[in-house]
């Protein structure tokens, strides 16, 4: 897997003013900071902002912030975020859970003193589910997997690192008439090859 060399780039110049990081970064570049940003500060708001909201919010452009982009492109920025912040969304799920389990015990203990056992039985319930208490050690979740996804493009902005060509048409026209002429010198007809292969 080819190593993004804009990532460098754009997460030394994330947090710098438009101009100073419009000085540094390809206008490509500095828009993809500007979707980055907006990533950063909504993970920071809500540390469970669910993906999904981040893409869609990235597709539409967000009141103009940066330039919408396509569902394949949001899912990347969204992995470039999460690799400059670590997964500040797990981070608060340990937290809650911390805290669930935190409480279902206390509640067993008073529980426990006032002899109710049902209510004990509601917290360790709780706590068992929490702790994942019921499930061999080291087991796959394999529901928590998410597959890639993939959108099918022929927008070739898409692609990280590739600098658009001035004048595509006109390149094109030249490696078409660069590569038939090769072709055509490379050339063999096919009757004077049958006569050396029967001389032979």
Do not use: H
């Not at 110049?13 to 438009?18: G, I, N, R, T």
């Not at 009141?63 to 920025?77: E, N």
């Not at 500040?88 to 859970?97: F, S, V």
């Not at 068992?128 to 529901?143: F, L, R």
């Amino acid at each position: 897997m080819s190593r993004d060399l804009s990532f460098d780039k754009i997460e030394a110049s994330l947090y710098l003013s438009e101009s100073e990081a419009s000085l540094k970064l390809t206008p490509t570049e500095n828009e993809r900071r500007r979707r980055w940003l907006f990533c950063v500060s909504k993970r920071m708001d809500d540390p469970l902002i669910p993906d999904k909201m981040l893409v869609e919010q990235l597709q539409a452009g967000y009141a103009g912030i940066f330039a919408p982009v396509a569902q394949s492109t949001a899912y990347r920025d969204i992995a470039a975020v999460n690799k400059i912040i670590g997964n500040i969304q797990l981070g608060a799920k340990n937290w809650y859970r911390y805290m669930i389990i935190e409480g279902a015990k206390k509640a067993y203990a008073i529980a426990e003193q006032k002899q109710d056992g049902k209510a004990m039985a509601a917290a360790l319930d709780k706590i068992g589910k929490y702790t994942m208490a019921d499930k061999p050690d080291n087991e796959v979740d394999w529901s928590q997997l998410v597959p890639p996804v993939f959108e099918p493009s022929a927008d070739p902005d898409l692609l990280e690192n590739i600098e658009p060509v001035d004048d595509l048409e006109e390149r094109r026209r030249q490696l078409r008439s660069l590569f038939k002429g090769e072709m055509q010198r490379e050339a063999i007809d096919a009757e004077i090859e049958i006569e050396q292969t029967d001389n032979e």
